[in-house]
């Protein structure tokens, strides 16, 4: 269900976001606490908790929110970043909504 997260309350505009790009299938804001100068996260409308639940059928979804990472990346002037997506606790993943986080802006060490 999309309002269990509160990444889903963005979407059904409960709760604000500074919002950065929307289309039919995505959302695109900045991250509350910021990891980097630039930190957006991406969202699809459709209430996938994470990359385990995607299936076969969310493959055009998928390539979709990849490219609108690359669009937000490419309108901060981006031409370097990085982008994360953190599947299950053990990753850090605290919020059950899937997204792609788009951090840049400054040099970025790796591993992270
Ligand atoms: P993850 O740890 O991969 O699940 O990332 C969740 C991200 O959501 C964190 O970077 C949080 O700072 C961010 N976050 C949590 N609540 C909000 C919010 N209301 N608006 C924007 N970003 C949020």
Known sequence: ?????????????????????????????????????????????????????????????LGHLLLVAKKVARNEGLTSWRTVINTGESSGQTVFHLHLHVIGGHELGWPP
């Open 1 to 61: 269900m999309t309002g269990e997260t509160v990444f889903g309350k963005i979407l059904l505009g409960e709760i604000p976001s500074d919002e950065v790009f929307s289309d039919d299938k995505c959302l695109a804001f900045r991250d509350i606490q910021p990891q980097a100068p630039i930190h957006i996260l991406v969202i699809p409308r459709k209430p996938l908790k994470s990359l385990l639940e995607a299936q076969q059928e969310d493959k055009e979804l």
